[in-house]
């Protein structure tokens, strides 16, 4: 049974730094895509960040140069350093793993930018 687990959310100031981690479980982790999510209130989920099996990342523009994502793979863990927080960074971001065909989330953690 593969789990996704995400940690490391929490109210920051603008300008300020948090690192997610996301643990997964059940599956071999490397050699699988994942990536990191994030719903804001009132919007649609969008993708912040992907690492490949081939281990290439992208990015979205929104958080490209602020935004690094991460793996470790002999403790299944995936990361999402962010830096350079804004207001509208304010979302509640998810895990996801892509094994074969079938997509997998965890169950979130917020993060709110706020003064």
């Known amino acids: 049974q593969v789990q996704l687990v995400e940690s490391g959310g929490g109210l920051v100031q603008p300008g300020g730094s948090l690192r997610l981690s996301c643990a997964a479980s059940?599956?071999?982790?490397?050699?699988?895509?994942m990536g990191w999510y994030r719903q804001a209130p009132g919007k649609l989920r969008e993708l912040v960040a992907i690492s490949t099996s081939g281990d290439s990342t992208n990015y979205a523009d929104s958080v490209k140069g602020r935004f690094t994502i991460s793996r470790v793979n002999a403790k299944n863990t995936l990361y999402l350093q962010m830096n350079s927080l804004k207001p509208e960074d304010t979302a509640v971001y998810y895990c996801?793993?892509?094994?074969?065909?079938?997509?997998?989330w965890g169950k979130g953690t917020l993060v709110t930018v706020s003064s």
């Open positions: 996801w793993l892509r094994l074969g065909i079938m997509d997998y």
């Open positions: 059940g599956i071999i982790f490397s050699g699988n895509t």
